[in-house]
């Protein structure tokens, strides 16, 4: 990684657990500032940040709902304390009850997931747009949005919602990256496939991605770390000439 990167500040919302937690503390052995956004977890944010300040690297817990945009501005303040904002990985996502067919839906349901995945996610770029991007004086930086598998395969019987929502983030991504590519700011996503996060328990089958394994070519759940590689990989110079790209990382599904 180049030394322009170094010790600039990486905002990772739902930094918590799962992929985030992997993610920050990546973040911070390569040198990064990590800004831990949680939506409720405290405890686990907490644990986070003792992880990475045990290994002399520097982190804080703020608590962040992406689904309120007032949650999102301290965020960024918070994190315009903390030093130069380099990197933004948009990582805080939920699941609604798995295997709810759509003529099951609540509008309530389906407003929350949007609210929180798409629209807390385009706020969150935009704050960090208006900090890295040339045009406002930045130095630049790179945004990562986490969107899922899903998104191509529908997720038909199991939260056709969830995965709308992800395809409005691909979408997103392709955009947004055009936008700024010429302001310093490179733009990619990731599709992660059944990782072994909690994820699954909030939407109501904890043993999902490891029920599921068998359905993947390489027939294995990945890991939290395994995704963290790629969102660091791409935060850092050796991926300098990706944008309004999104990679699938999920065994070959």
């Known amino acids: 990684m180049g030394a322009d990167v170094t010790d600039r500040v990486v905002v990772i919302t739902g930094g918590s657990r799962g992929i985030g937690r992997a993610a920050a503390i990546a973040a911070a052995a390569r040198g990064f500032r990590v800004v831990v956004g949680y939506a409720s977890n405290e405890t686990a944010a907490n ?13 804080i817990a703020v608590k962040c709902d992406v689904g309120k945009e007032g949650d999102i501005l301290g965020l960024f303040e918070a994190a315009d304390k903390f030093g130069t904002l380099g990197a933004l990985v948009n990582n805080a996502g939920i699941v609604g009850k798995s295997g709810v067919r759509v003529d099951e839906m609540s509008a309530a349901r389906i407003q929350e997931m949007m609210a929180v995945n798409v629209t807390g996610s385009i706020l969150c ?7 890295m991007s040339t045009k406002h ?5 790179v945004i990562v949005n986490i969107s899922s598998v899903a998104a191509k395969l529908g997720a038909p019987n199991t939260y056709v919602d969830y995965a709308a929502s ?10 947004l990256g055009h936008e700024v590519a010429g302001e310093g700011i490179r733009v990619a996503g990731i599709r992660p496939g059944l ?8 939407g109501g089958e904890p043993d999902r991605a490891h029920r599921l394994a068998h359905m993947v070519p390489m027939k294995r759940v990945g890991q939290a770390e395994e995704i963290a590689n790629v969102i660091v990989w791409l935060m850092s110079d050796e991926a300098s000439y990706i944008t309004s790209t999104t990679l699938d990382v999920s065994g070959g599904r």
């Open 125 to 131: 770029a935009r704050e960090a747009v208006k900090r």
């Open 137 to 141: 004086g930045g130095k630049g930086g």
């Open 47 to 59: 644990e986070v940040v003792a992880n990475i300040e045990s290994k002399n690297g520097k982190a």
């Open 166 to 175: 992800k395809g409005a983030i691909d979408s997103f991504t392709v955009g």
């Open 195 to 202: 990782i072994d996060t909690e994820i699954h328990a909030a």
